[in-house]
Every structure is written in C-alpha cells, then in structure tokens.
C-alpha cells in the first residue's frame, strides 16, 4: 500500500503521494539508512492509464511503498483534490537529489536497467557530478527475459554489493512490475530502496535530450519527446493522454454533480 505520511490522493483509482522533493528524498534516506526493502514508483499519465487498463498492474502500484506525482497533469488532479503542491516531483531530478544525499551520507547506490552504453556513460557522469558517490552495483540486464537462476544471481549480486538504493531504469510497467517482484520475502527480495526512473538513465547520461523547464511546467513535456522520438511514443501519447483528460474531466463532473 502507497505510503500516506504525507497525505494521498487518488487519481483514478492510483494512490498518489502527495509529497515534495525534499519529503520525498527524506523518506527514501531515512528508509536506506534503515536498510530497508522498498518500493518507490513515479506516476505520470502513462502509468496512470497502464493502471487503469490493468487492475492487476494498479494493485501493483497501490501496495507499494511511495508513489511520487511524476507529471503535472498528476500534481493538477491532486490540487483539485486540496492538496497544496508547488511542484511535481520529476523522476530524473528526485534521482539527482537522492544521490547528492547518498553522497552525503555515504550511502552505497547502484543502477540497474539501460543500454550497456548508456548504463557506463551514466555510471561515469555521476561518479564526476558527486565525487563522493558509493557506485557499488552496475548492471544492464539482458532484453530477454532472464531464467530463474539467473535472476537470483542479480539479486544476490545486489544483496553482495551492499547497495542501500537502487535506480532501476526499464521502463514503464516493467521496471514497477521488476520492482514489485523483487519487494517481497525470500531469494527474491532485494534488500534496498528500489526507485522505478525510467528514461532518467538516458536522460543523465546524455544520450537523450530532456524538455525545456517551460514544456515541463505546463504539461507539454510528452510533446518534447513525442517529437524527439515519434517512431516508438506516438502509440503511446495517442493513446493514453485523450483518455486520461477525458476520464478526469468526467470524474470531476460527476463530483460536482453528487455534491449539488
């Protein structure tokens, strides 16, 4: 189940935290230095509407341990609902965040996820951008699906290394479906904070270009990579974004409707 210590709201049928950068990377430090197994998941529209299509994937979503608003079509759901956001909390900048505390503290990270190239230009900019860093596990797991004894030596790998967080970069739903699976008790269990970043290995390690701050700000960042990369988003934007706006839209008229 989402965490609530901050407050949650709900957009339609997701537990949303509604938490700050600072909120946030707080409880994902507090829960490492406690070496704590958990689930952090950032919502955006895509992983809103991949929940609402898949009640078996939003039960996923629900039981984990904290969901940030990624995007702010999220963070305008959750100010309708009276939660006082000044912001959202981006995937890519809450990693930036949590490794400059993980450099402050000490507290040893690994990646897991991305293009082997991708996962070394990635390893090798944050390591210069905190020279502090703990980098104690690295791996990009192959595109198959992996065997049984496979997975348990990456897990036994990770539990070997001593990371405390993990950024797990696959991609929405499989890394929160990757994340979820590793969350529980037994051979299986990854003994850190898992965050689910998405495209934010690309993103610092330079090999994809990210929105300007004015697009991020007013929801327009799907429309940035939209057109940096149309050939593998467009199913994804043409479908999803209608629907969520037009699902929002009719869950606000009905609550205005009960409340009259």
């Known amino acids: 189940m989402s965490s609530t210590l901050h407050g949650a709201g709900n957009v339609l049928g997701v ?29 955006n529209v895509h992983m809103v509407m991949e929940a609402h299509d898949d009640p078996v994937f939003c039960a996923l979503i ?7 608003p990624d995007g702010m079509p999220l963070v305008w759901v959750l100010r309708r609902q009276g939660y ?30 991305g293009h082997p190239t991708v996962l070394i230009k990635l390893v090798e900019r944050m ?3 905190f020279p502090s860093l703990r980098t104690v596990f690295n791996l990009s797991p192959p595109f198959r699906a992996m065997t049984e004894a496979e997975d348990r030596d990456v897990v036994r790998a ?27 008790e037994g051979e299986k269990n ?30 327009l960042e799907w429309l940035f990579r939209l057109v940096m990369e149309p050939r ?7 479908k999803h974004n209608p ?18």
Request: glycine content about 8%; hydrophobic content about 45%; overall charge positive.
């Open 15 to 43: 537990t949303v935290d509604a938490v700050s950068y600072a909120s946030a990377t707080a409880t994902i430090l507090s829960w490492a230095k406690e070496h704590a197994c958990r689930s952090v998941f950032l919502a």
């Open 62 to 68: 629900n039981r984990s341990d904290l969901v940030t």
């Open 84 to 113: 006082n956001l000044k912001d959202r909390v981006y995937g890519p900048t809450l990693m930036l965040r949590v490794l400059e505390m993980a450099a402050h503290e000490g507290i040893p990270v690994g990646f897991y996820g």
């Open 127 to 129: 390591r210069e951008h």
């Open 158 to 184: 990770i539990n070997d290394a001593g990371a405390r967080i993990l950024f797990v970069g696959l991609g929405c739903p499989k890394q929160e479906r990757w994340i979820d699976a590793h969350s529980g």
């Open 190 to 219: 990854v003994r850190a904070v898992m965050l689910g970043v998405g495209a934010a290995f690309d993103f610092h390690a330079g090999t994809l270009r990210q929105a300007p701050p004015w697009m991020q700000s007013h929801g």
């Open 232 to 238: 593998r988003l467009w199913k994804r934007y043409l």
């Open 243 to 260: 629907r969520f706006s037009a699902l929002v839209f009719m869950t606000l008229i009905f609550k205005r409707n009960d409340r009259g």
